[in-house]
Structures are given as structure tokens and as C-alpha cells.
């Protein structure tokens, strides 16, 4: 099953707890707002998921959440299939073919697509020389306001992970289905903080573990921006200590 209806995304969705807020735009549901067909060399066919970070100059989940629906000039939207945002939700923004790959070393692609990427490392890919990664990769996003890894791990992390396990799921695909975006091109270095291969290592343990396993309502700790911005400062501060 290489393609599920609205219906079933929604239904994996619910079932891993994955809390979603559904965008409409102008009178577009997110499920409508997907890249045409037209001018697209193959048609949504998925055998793989694609995880980014989405640096949209701020802790505002809307804006994050507009700039990713609308794309940027040369880009167009919708950029992802979900944005994770610091609210802790998945934002639900495309469906099917989006823009979040653009060209990648089909090699790397191939390895996730069959299940062959490792749990205790990062893949190295190698040139780029395909271009349709779109027609084959969900891809979802975290919110990323520069450099804030702790944040991204207590708030958005859960998300993110019950999001990947959820598609996964529903596809029977493993863990190994998942792929950052700096391991199919050497063009991009997120998602940033996974240095070994640890968002699969996460997803993987939650696919063993089970749905049932997951609280309905993900951690929230009401974390207001001054908190966020906070936290942020910390953390970089840290960071130049360490070198
Ligand atoms: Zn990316």
C-alpha cells in the first residue's frame, strides 16, 4: 500500500495520538493543497518520509505554518506534508506530492525506501542526480528558531516521533523508512541535531512499544515565548562554552 486515502492518514494519525491542528486556506483543506501533477515526472507514490527542519525566523507556529503552506519564491507550496511547531502539534498543510526534497542522491533514497538505512548511523549520500524524491517522500518539518535543541526535544520531539510511527505504521514500513533530509543530499545539513541516526532509533522503540503506549495528550508545559526564548539562550550558551 504505497498511497493511503485522507480517511486512513487521519485514522493513523488518531491512533498514534498525534495532535493536529488541519489548515485551511482560502477555502483550500490541506488535503486539497498539493503539488499538480502537471510538470511532475511520476505521480504520489510514497515509499519513504523525509524529516526537516524549517528555519522560519521565529517562534510564531502561524507564521512558521503560512510561510511553509505558501513556499517562497522558485519553491512553491506546500513545502511539507506537516510542520511540527512549537505549539507541540503537527500542522497539517499538504497531502501527497509537496515540495520538501528537491534533488537527492537516488542511491540514499533507495536505501530508506527498502528499509536498509542503519539505526546507529548517519547515511552519507552522494551526488545528487535525481530530482523526484517529491513523488515518493512525506516529508514533515520541525519548527526550527536557529538553535534550540532543548526545546525541539521536550516539546516537539513526541510530535515529530508519534507523527513518523504513525505513517510508518500505516504503510508496514520500519523505522529505516525514515530519512533526514542531509542524508539524500549533501546540498542541506538537517535535521541537525541527529548525528547517528537517533530519530529512527526513537521511532523504532515506539513502534515496538505500540500505540497503546503513548498518552492521548503529549507532554505540554504551557511554555510561553519568553520561556522558549529562555531555554534558547541557555542552550546557546552552552553550546559557545563547549566550542
Ligand atoms: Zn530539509
Known amino acids: 500500500m504505497s498511497v493511503l486515502t485522507v480517511d486512513e492518514y487521519r485514522k493513523a494519525l488518531a491512533k498514534w495520538h498525534v495532535p493536529v491542528v488541519e489548515h485551511v486556506v482560502d477555502g483550500v483543506k490541506w488535503y486539497q493543497h498539493g503539488r499538480p501533477l502537471d510538470g511532475w515526472r511520476d505521480p504520489w507514490d510514497a515509499h519513504a518520509i523525509a ?34 511547531g512549537y505549539d507541540g502539534k503537527l500542522h497539517l498543510i499538504g497531502f501527497g506530492i509537496t515540495n520538501n526534497v528537491g534533488k537527492c542522491d537516488k542511491q540514499s533514497y533507495e536505501l530508506a525506501a527498502n528499509d536498509r538505512l542503519k539505526l546507529t548511523a548517519i547515511n552519507h549520500p552522494g551526488a545528487d542526480d535525481w530530482g ?27 510530535v515529530m ?14 523505522a529505516t523508512s525514515v530519512i533526514n533530509h542531509k542524508e539524500l543530499t549533501g546540498r542541506k545539513n538537517d535535521v541537525q541535531y541527529d548525528k547517528d541516526g537517533e530519530i529512527r532509533r526513537k521511532v523504532a522503540a515506539l513502534l515496538r512499544a505500540g500505540p497503546g503506549t503513548v498518552t492521548p495528550t503529549p507532554v505540554s508545559l504551557k511554555i510561553t515565548e519568553a520561556d522558549a526564548r529562555a531555554v534558547i539562550a541557555v542552550a546557546d550558551r552552552l553550546r559557545s562554552q563547549l566550542g
Request: hydrophobic share 30%; with cysteine.
Open 51 to 84: 524529516v526537516h527542519d524549517t528555519v522560519t525566523g521565529g517562534l510564531d507556529t502561524q507564521h512558521a505554518v503560512n510561510l511553509c503552506w505558501s513556499g517562497k519564491p522558485g519553491v512553491p507550496g506546500p513545502l511539507y506534508s506537516g510542520v511540527v
Open 132 to 158: 523526484q524524491a517529491n513523488s515518493h517522500c512525506y516529508g514533515y518539518a520541525y519548527q526550527t528558531a536557529g538553535t534550540d535543541p532543548l526545546y525541539k526535544r521536550v516539546v516537539q520531539d513526541p
Open 161 to 174: 516521533f508519534r507523527t513518523l510511527a504513525a505513517v510508518c505504521d500505516a504503510h508496514h514500513w520500519q
